[in-house]
């Protein structure tokens, strides 16, 4: 069945630091969303790449979807305690695919 | 706050009981989705119902099962419960249920301990 990846599965930054996680699919994409949990809470949607190629920004968040729809990453730069969480990704097909999940712990 | 609700926000209960989780979605969206995640695992997608129809069935045991009621709100059947059962349950709303179109918007989760 179709799998989505997630690595590093944990990452500890130093506050300040950047950080990047990576999604793999072993299928084709239509799109792709992002989400965070907090430990202890729920996923919030982020954003959704559509576009191969698309880059998309918000604020220190940088989030790119592959030329072949296939990877995509989301880049933190000059972490904060407050990105502490789990990053995750979804892949659509006819269902949403959640990936592994990231998690993120930025030490000050 | 997202605007979907789940009760109760905690059940302990014994093997080889049941139990019902209910959800409620947001206002005005149609689809509902139940996801299980176990301790420091991914989110695993159960079932998805559309305006009171199955959508979509992920990995769901056959012990499982869930509906959506006319005015929308959703209720997952837990039976014959296993210790491996314990985990966060997530019910999610959406619009229109288009999987990767929609934005899903995620309850607080429902944590079920077996005993």
């Known amino acids: 069945g179709q799998q989505v990846m997630q690595i590093p599965q944990y990452q500890h930054v130093q506050e300040g630091e950047d950080f990047t996680t990576y999604c793999n699919s072993s299928t084709t994409l239509s799109n792709i969303q992002w989400y965070k949990q907090r430990p202890g809470g729920h996923p919030v949607f982020l954003i959704q790449l559509v576009k191969s190629g698309e880059v998309k920004k918000q604020k220190r968040l940088t989030f790119q979807f592959g030329e072949a729809k296939k990877n995509s990453s989301l880049h933190i730069t000059a972490t904060q305690t407050t990105d502490v969480g789990t990053y995750f990704c979804a892949g659509d097909t006819d269902k949403l695919i959640f990936g592994t999940g990231t998690r993120l712990q930025v030490f000050p | ?115």
């Open chain 2, 1 to 115: 706050d997202s605007g979907v609700t789940q009760t109760p926000k905690h059940l302990i209960t014994a093997t080889g009981q049941r139990v019902t989780l209910r959800c409620s979605p947001r206002s005005g969206d149609l689809s509902v989705y139940w996801y299980q995640q176990s301790l420091d695992q991914g989110l695993q997608f159960l079932i998805q119902y559309y305006n009171g129809e199955e959508r979509a069935k992920g990995n769901i045991l056959e012990r499982f099962s869930a509906q959506q009621f006319p005015d929308l709100h959703s209720e997952l059947n837990l039976s014959s419960l296993e210790l491996g059962d314990s985990a966060l349950y997530f019910c999610a709303s959406s619009v229109e249920g288009l999987a990767g179109v929609d934005t899903q918007y995620f309850g607080p989760g429902t944590r079920l301990t077996v005993l």
